[in-house]
């Protein structure tokens, strides 16, 4: 259902271009998201009158090859998204792996930026950008995913008068991506994925509604967080003064993390450029705890080898009593790897999803948060 736009009337509001007159559509997927796109761009019109962007994640090491599925499902022009090119109508550019995508001047820019939330490509650099350069005329979606990345990209793009649209979290094959916008953001449509083109060829043709101001720090906020995705430093572009410090550090770069707000909603960026939401950050860290315990038992195994090998070393040579000790350190330190890896075996990877899915279980549901979907 569609919900009404709330006008805002903040007390300033930083220079935006105003290149053309199309609207511009930013998509976000990640897990479970690919056969969204599909469907998606497969049901749009042959003369869309709005230019589409894409992020979908994926692995560095994977060859881009969305583009070339996407192709065989319309005649719109699917390509990767070239770093300077023109922004035109009736066209899909689609972020390239290991790149960070953003428009900005009338152009795309595709550049290798710091990480967000343990992505490149991210989903809210794109939004972000999208939204300070075109205002209302901006139509961001949130697919099927996992964590929360594109929530903060979506509640920039509604924060200056855009439209909101989720895939409902029920049809998302992964719903923790809409199912977390749903929560944050004043989302103006869920739909299934059986809906969305036609819902986007429809908005393509509506009027925008008024460009919501902002106030200055906010516009400055972004500004500055658009320019570290396009590689400006962090740090020399002064994105701490956005912030309080934290007590967390990088978990990327073991940097400062400077706590900044959108709205209710709380981020992390350290000053080297790194962004984290609270969620992302959580997962992050947590991940990194069991790589540091493997490598704590690693290290303990290893000196048990070392014992044994030096240990062989003396009884070969007949030096019993000291070969008796190095075997007895052996033997002590086999038992402290047996609590090493009692410790790794029952380590939980945490994140707001798994934490969620837990107190569903507990309390006899599925664990899945579909009441706010279910009001849209």
Not at 71 to 79: F, L, M, P, S
Not at 230 to 259: N, R, W, Y
Not at 271 to 299: C, K, P
Request: charged share 25%; proline share 4%; glycine share 8%.
């Amino acid at each position: 259902m569609k919900k009404s736009k709330s006008s805002k009337s903040e007390n300033g509001a930083g220079k935006k271009q105003e290149q053309g007159s199309f609207p511009i559509i930013v998509i976000g997927a990640s897990a479970g998201g690919f056969e969204a796109l599909k469907k998606i761009v497969a049901g749009l019109p042959k003369d869309l009158p709005a230019s589409i962007f894409i992020v979908w994640h994926m692995s560095a090491e994977v060859r881009g090859f969305l583009p070339e599925v996407l192709n065989r499902e319309n005649t719109i022009q699917v390509a990767h998204a070239c770093d300077g090119e023109t922004i035109a109508p009736n066209r899909i550019r689609v972020a390239p792996p290991d790149r960070h995508l953003l428009i900005e001047d009338g152009q795309a820019r595709v550049t290798r930026g710091p990480k967000e939330n343990r992505f490149r490509p991210a989903v809210d650099p794109l939004f972000r950008s999208a939204a300070y350069a075109y205002n209302n005329r901006v139509i961001g979606v949130i697919l099927s995913g996992g964590l929360d990345d594109g929530t903060a990209g979506l509640w920039a793009i509604k924060q200056r008068g855009g439209t909101a649209v989720v895939q409902d979290p029920r049809d998302a094959e992964v719903p923790s991506m809409p199912e977390n916008a749903l929560r944050e953001v004043e989302v103006d449509y869920s739909v299934p994925v059986s809906e969305m083109a036609d819902l986007l060829a429809r908005l393509s043709k509506e009027k925008a509604g008024e460009t919501s101001e902002v106030i200055m720090e906010d516009d400055e906020k972004t500004k500055i967080e658009i320019g570290i995705a396009a590689e400006d430093g962090a740090f020399e572009s002064g994105i701490m003064q956005f912030g309080e410090l934290s007590p967390f550090t990088c978990p990327d770069c073991h940097g400062v993390l400077s706590k900044i707000k959108d709205g209710k909603r709380s981020r992390f960026r350290c000053h080297t450029g790194h962004a984290f939401s609270a969620d992302a950050l959580l997962a992050t860290v947590t991940e990194n705890i069991e790589d540091s315990l493997y490598n704590a038992m690693r290290g303990v195994e290893e000196s048990i080898m070392l014992l044994n090998h030096i240990g062989d070393h003396f009884a070969e040579v007949n030096q019993t009593k000291l070969a008796a000790m190095y075997f007895k350190k052996a033997n002590e330190a086999q038992n402290r790897a047996q609590i090493v890896r009692q410790v790794v075996l029952t380590h939980e990877q945490l994140s707001t999803d798994i934490l969620r899915q837990q107190a569903g279980e507990a309390n006899g549901g599925n664990g899945q948060n579909s009441t706010e979907a279910q009001k849209h």
